[in-house]
Structures are given as C-alpha cells and as structure tokens.
C-alpha cells in the first residue's frame, strides 16, 4: 500500500508538499481574481461553476493521480468550495466534522437529514457510511502554517463516526492537534469526519485554498449529487 493511502486511512490525513507548480499557482489565482471578491467575504461556496480552470483541475490526471489509489477510478468530484483567510476576512473555526453534501434536490428521506440551502445549493447530511468513502482534497495557493490560520487535524479521529459535542470535547482534550502547514502548491488529502479547525491568523495574509470533495459512487434512493 502507498504510503499516502496508509496515512489517509490511518491517520485520517496526508499533505504532500510542492505538488502543483508555481505557474498552476498563478493562473488558478488569476481566474480566482476575475470573481467579485467582496471585502471581507471568507471565500466563494459554488466555485466549481465560476472558474472553469478549477473545475478543469478538480477533474485532471493531476488530482485524480491522488484521489484513485484511495477512492478508486470511479471518484469524481462532488463539491467545491475557495476559501480565502485574509485581513478582512479572519475568522475562527472549531473543531467539527465535516457532515453536509451538496445535492440537486431535497427528498423526504429518513436517512437524510437535517437538509439546508448553501448559497441556493441543497445540502443534507448523509448517513455516515457515505461520508466515511468520500475524500477532500485541499490545494493550498499560499504558504500556510500557524501564523495565518492553517487548518488544525487530530489524527485518526475520522475512524469514530459521527461524535457528539461531548466525544469531541475529549478528543480535543485528550489527543494532541497537528497543524496542517503547507508550501503554495501543496496538497492536504483528508477524510471529511476527521476532527478539524483553525485559528484565527495572527499575521493575517492571504490563506487561499481550493476545497474538493470527491466520492466513490452515486448516491441512492433517487438522490443525486450536485455536480
């Protein structure tokens, strides 16, 4: 088994460093710079549609060199989301897991709930054995560490399902957090009920990152995937 494979499903995590080169960097940041970037806005939720260069990469050999060996050939893209910590847009993030989907309709199914509207998307939680298949994938435009925000994991927390506030009151407190620090170009591979969060940037710069989720299969009960 690759080592990144092992990590992800042991740990819940990997981050593989100066994957995407400085000149993908740049144009992704160019295309994202195009988009009415509103002050203080945190980022941009349906980004798969506005930027076709992202959409174009969420798709490409590049990134499905590191979601296939993990979720198989028939992953594909789900959802994407640009985040941007920034001066104006500092925010804190606690510890959580992440447990919507994005899907084209709600449907009165008892297995899926509670079901919201995300900038005009319906997203619902799913029941756990989907979310324990799926994959986020983390591209990060920007050096990223402690100073401005970098995202905060604690291992091996995606393998205990869904926790309650209590249970993740006690991971926290029992098990030691690692920072997710990355280059510009770097990638965080990571299981979305792996406990995460992040701090408000103390020397507050651009954080850019671009937030795909893949899954192995189509969804059922006649529910479908957003994208």
């Known amino acids: 088994m690759d080592i ?6 042991e740990r819940g995590f990997v981050t ?7 000149d993908s960097i740049d144009l992704l940041i160019a295309d994202i710079n195009t988009l009415d970037l509103t002050s203080g806005r945190a980022g941009i939720r349906n980004i798969l549609e506005l930027v076709p260069s992202v959409s174009k990469l969420a798709r490409s050999q590049e990134i499905r060199a590191l979601v296939e060996p993990i ?8 959802r994407g989301i640009f985040f941007d910590k920034q001066p ?35 997203h619902v939680q799913p029941p756990i054995a989907i979310l324990e298949r ?71 710069s651009h954080r850019r990152v671009i937030h795909l989720e893949y899954a192995d299969r189509p969804l059922d009960k006649g529910l479908e995937w957003y994208y």
């Open 4 to 9: 990144s494979v092992r990590e992800v499903e």
């Open 16 to 22: 593989i460093d100066s994957y995407l080169d400085p």
């Open 71 to 78: 979720l198989g050939d028939t992953a594909r893209v789900v």
């Open 88 to 122: 104006n847009a500092n925010w804190k993030v606690p510890w959580h897991q992440d447990l919507s989907i994005a899907v084209k309709q709600h449907l009165d199914l008892p297995d899926y709930h509670p079901q919201s509207i995300k900038e005009g998307v319906p």
């Open 134 to 204: 799926m994959l986020t994938v983390r591209i990060h435009l920007d050096r990223t560490d402690e100073s401005n925000g970098a995202l905060k994991v604690i291992p091996g927390s995606h393998r205990q399902g869904k926790l309650t506030t209590p249970q993740i009151d006690e991971w926290k407190q029992l098990n030691r957090a690692i920072s997710c620090n990355c280059q510009a170009g770097g990638v965080l591979l990571m299981r979305p009920l792996l406990l995460h969060s992040s701090s408000i940037a103390t020397t507050p």
